[in-house]
């Protein structure tokens, strides 16, 4: 019997038989990345996770609507909609314009994407192309009797006028407004409530702003993620993903304001990532959820430049359950790494030599990693159903071949095929090459230098010279 699909829905709180509201499609919004620096190891963690849900789903036969936004505007740095720019922090830390910034970021991201073999997403949506789609939402708000207008500060969605608001994250209001401290936004009717629209100070001009019915301003970031969800995908989505921290704020924010203006159901599935967490530094202090603005920020560059793949790290992350917490070292990257190197060098032989899966012992050990993977995406289970199966003396060889390459299908390591991705080692002559760089660069011979950087690039290897004066290189 083939294995059904079932997932955890944050919204029921249990594991539910996966089901579609359109037969044969998956419509699928994921809350993307903030641009305004690298993304971390633990955003990517998230993107890990639903990769490997498009995965299952596309390998279900499912035609997939998979969204991807970028948040580009910059929304503040609290979640009560209060605190600085995040992405004019960015400018200026940069010496950049906002613009400048979204730009850069937004194709690390995508490179960081690409390393981590995740699937393109049938479409990548920024929240500065779609400003008159969230206006026409806060209109349709407005038209509800949802929202109401705090002078100049900005239109504001009143959560006692949505019930159910509590439900999804299980909020104590009555806790909350006991709790309200001074310090919120002055004139808002809840402390739940969020801000749709927020007007820009008259003394005051922001780098991102637009014209709206209410004056010049910027959207909410709440705002933007129901917006292009629905204008890509209709007011019912099948699922909705995020990082785990999204739950309490901004997805219960999505949940009031789309179906506040639709009166359907906005996602039938959310999913949701545990965190990647970061140990306490050696004195005690940090620790906990790994975050851009505290403690170590690790990122993709930070790997490769210690050496290690991109795709050690995608092993990692299969290693535990995408719902649980993930504590990130060094040390445990390092087994990761040596388990990905033992898996190849079991799998390595076989590539090319895939016959068909027809024994009944084949179809078994297929039968058992497809449990494990959808019984809620359970893949540390099918990482040891295919390790178990390796070693099986009673299979051909052809038919472990063929598993393995269906399995990759889903693990998404690259198992199937000898890339160059996974060479640690440049190449004896591009070496050389990248020596002879770096001598030109401490010489100032720019056009060398750069001459050098094309031919590495023609190769297939980026370089990227990092602020203290190293370069590392990294497979394209
Ligand atoms: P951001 O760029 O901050 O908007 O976050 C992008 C994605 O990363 C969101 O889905 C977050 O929920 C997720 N995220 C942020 N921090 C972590 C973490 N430490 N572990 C896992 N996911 C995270
Ligand atoms: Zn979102």
Known sequence: MTPQLSFYNTASRTQEPFT??????????????????????????????????????????????????????????SDADTGEDKME??????????????????????????????????????????????????????AKGYAYVIPEDGVYFDTAKFPRYADFAGLDIRGMQEGARIGVTEGKR??????????????????????????????????????????HLGPTLDIHCGGSDLIRVHHSNEIAQSEGATGVTFSRFWMHGGWLLEAPTADGNGGGKMSKSAGEFVTVDLLLKKNYGALDYRYFCLGAHYRSYLNFSWEALDTARDSLKSLRRKTDPLIGRASAIVSENALGWQRRFLEAVYDDLGFPQALAVLNQMLKDPDLLEGEKAALVRDFDRLLGLGLAEKTEREEKVLPGPLAALL???????????????DEIRDLLKGKGFGVKDNPDGTTSWFPL
């Open 20 to 77: 579609t509201l359109h037969p044969g499609v998956v419509n699928m919004y994921c809350c993307g990345p903030t641009v305004y620096h690298y993304a971390h190891i633990g955003n990517l963690r998230t993107f890990v996770f639903e990769d490997l849900l498009r995965r299952v789903l596309d390998y279900n036969g499912y035609a997939v609507k998979h969204i991807v936004n970028i948040t580009d505007v910059g929304h503040l740095t």
């Open 89 to 142: 922090k960015g400018a200026a830390r940069e010496g950049k314009s906002v613009w400048e910034v979204a730009e850069f970021y937004t194709k690390a991201f995508m490179q960081d994407w690409e390393r981590l073999n995740l699937k393109p997403p049938t479409r990548w949506t920024k929240a500065t192309d779609h400003i008159p789609e969230q206006i026409a939402l806060v209109e349709t708000l407005e």
């Open 190 to 231: 809840n402390p739940t409530d969020f801000a749709l629209w927020k007007i820009s100070p008259s003394d005051a001009k922001r780098a991102m702003e637009w014209d709206s019915p209410w004056g010049r301003g910027f959207p909410g970031w709440h705002v933007e993620c129901s917006a292009m969800a629905m204008k």
């Open 435 to 449: 020596e002879e760089r770096k001598d030109a660069r401490n010489n100032k011979d720019w056009k060398r230098s």
